[in-house]
């Protein structure tokens, strides 16, 4: 079956550390992956995603690289700020699908300290 | 325009009321999607439409009846709550089912069930 693994946080960082979040998975199919993120008292907000195997996908300083012979998906920054503080929530869907169901891991909450 | 529009962002309800929460989105989407999610946890999908048509229902009990009145228009018809269903009620849509995985989320109705 499809499943995605994230590592279990809370993550704690002091600000401009650098950043990684890993994320496996496991899929049939062709998966797009993705990095949603959650401020709190919000909804998700697509961070980034990659739709094949070697495709970098990036936004607001943010990385993460579909490797298909480790099957990660692990997210990057190189410096973080306070208000990266959020939920991190790594996904996938199998494309094409007749479900449009997204597959998520458990999240990751991170805290970046001034 | 690229908004999901939720209402209401709160909403607390007895356990014999009748309730609805509204989804709204201008994309020119034709998916448009249910999600609970309990606080610290992932996301779980609960009903998808696709081009006006219930596909997906995700197990979910009855006290919980969907309804999709036209293509940019999706509500949540709530009865008979019980307390564990206090949680973030999330609305997204997509370009068309399974097309691309990408979601577009909402901020989310967060429903208190007393």
């Known amino acids: 079956g499809n499943s995605v693994t994230q590592m279990e946080g809370p993550v704690t960082l002091s600000e401009e550390a650098f950043l990684t979040i890993n994320c496996t998975y496991t899929a049939t199919g062709y998966p797009s992956l993705f990095w949603y993120v959650q401020y709190p008292g919000e909804g998700l907000q697509l961070l980034l995603k990659a739709t094949k195997a070697d495709d970098k996908g990036s936004n607001k300083g943010f990385e993460a690289t579909y490797r298909k012979e480790t099957t990660s998906f692990h997210l990057e920054k190189g410096s973080v700020q306070v208000s990266d503080s959020a939920v991190y929530f790594c996904?996938?869907?199998?494309?094409?699908?007749?479900?449009?169901?997204?597959?998520f891991g458990q999240g990751t909450t991170l805290q970046v300290k001034p | 325009d690229t908004e999901v529009t939720q209402t209401p962002k709160h909403l607390v309800m007895g356990m014999t009321n009748k309730k609805s929460l509204k989804c709204e989105q201008h994309m020119g989407h034709r998916a448009m999607y249910w999600y609970k999610q309990k606080a610290k946890k992932p996301p779980e999908l609960m009903f998808v439409y696709s081009y006006e048509k219930l596909s997906i229902n995700e197990s979910v009990p009855s006290r919980f009846s969907p309804e999709c009145p036209n293509s940019s228009l999706l509500n949540l018809h709530l009865h008979a709550l019980q307390p564990e269903d206090s949680a973030l009620y999330l609305c997204a849509s997509s370009q068309a089912r399974g097309l691309t995985g990408e979601l577009f989320f909402g901020e989310g109705s967060r429903l208190t069930v007393l």
């Open positions: 996904a996938l869907s199998v494309i094409p699908s007749n479900t449009g169901k997204l597959i």
